[in-house]
């Protein structure tokens, strides 16, 4: 039976008709566009806000799997939990995500691999009205095209947990890992450029110490640095900007970042 998650921010984060939506998710894609990509990112940590504020942020990391609709066949998607709180990471009880683009389906035999896992459970509330994951469904659904899901909404975890949850979906090739984080929350235009700095010198080093302070999805940020640190992927700053660069006054900003991860023999 078809148990389909609807979109919970459609006409709110993003514009709630099809043809708006993919208009502009294409404008940001094609502006992001990086003519010298020689080869696709296995991770990437994009941002979740409004699209007027991350979107064009957001893009610059998903411009970057151009050529591999096709090729992608599962996303891993983790985002933290905002309204609803959960002890580790959640999974849905959907069958798939629908976006105004369409219905993505649920990779059940990938989520299937974690049920054993104490760290994971199931919550329909915790999807239910999370913006974190649902906003990254059009980006990806305009770059890959065909793909099955496994969303995560990451709540109260360690970064061991999470690096654990990882190493059991990640797969090789067909299978793409996204973390859902912004930064820093409404400092200053200046303090936000030095603050958010500092946190990606940390992420760029593969450091798993983050706080919540400086990315709001700290938890599986840590988690995918504490894998990447394990297997010597190397990590690389697409995109760096707040909302003050993008469409809001410079009095209280959001930092964005788009930050792609390669495996070691692939870079």
């Excluded at 999974?91 to 035999?109: C, I, R, W, Y």
């Excluded at 065909?146 to 909404?153: G, Q």
């Excluded at 995918?224 to 760096?240: I, N, P, Q, S, V």
């Amino acid at each position: 039976m078809n148990n389909s998650r609807p979109p919970a921010v459609a006409g709110l984060f993003y514009p709630s008709s099809p043809g708006e939506l993919s208009t502009g998710v294409r404008a940001m894609l094609d502006a992001a566009r990086a003519d010298d990509v020689d080869r696709p990112p296995k991770a990437l940590i994009v941002p979740h806000a409004g699209y007027v504020y991350s979107g064009p942020v957001a893009a610059s990391g998903y411009a970057r799997l151009a050529s591999m609709a096709g090729r992608i066949r599962r996303v891993v998607l983790l985002g933290p939990v905002h309204r609803v709180p959960v002890r580790g990471l959640a999974l849905p009880q959907a069958t798939g995500f629908s976006t105004p683009l369409g219905e993505v389906a649920l990779d059940t035999a990938a989520m299937a691999l974690l049920a054993d896992m104490p760290q994971v459970t199931v919550s329909a509330a915790a999807h239910a009205q999370e913006h974190s994951l649902e906003v990254h469904l059009p980006f990806l659904q305009a770059v890959l095209g065909d793909f099955r899901l496994v969303p995560l909404a990451v709540g109260d975890a360690t970064t061991e947990e999470v690096a654990e949850v990882l190493a059991r979906v990640w797969g090789g090739e067909e299978t793409l890992i996204v973390v859902s984080s912004d930064l820093s929350h409404f400092l200053s235009y200046d303090a936000a450029q030095r603050t958010d700095s500092e946190t990606v010198r940390h992420i760029l080093a593969l450091s798993a110490d983050l706080d919540h302070s400086a990315a709001c999805g700290a938890t599986p940020v840590n988690g995918l640095l504490a894998y990447a640190g394990r297997h010597a992927l190397k990590a690389e700053l697409l995109d760096l900007r707040n909302s003050g660069d993008t469409a809001g006054d410079r009095t209280r900003v959001v930092g964005y970042a788009a930050i792609a991860f390669y495996e070691a023999d692939c870079r």
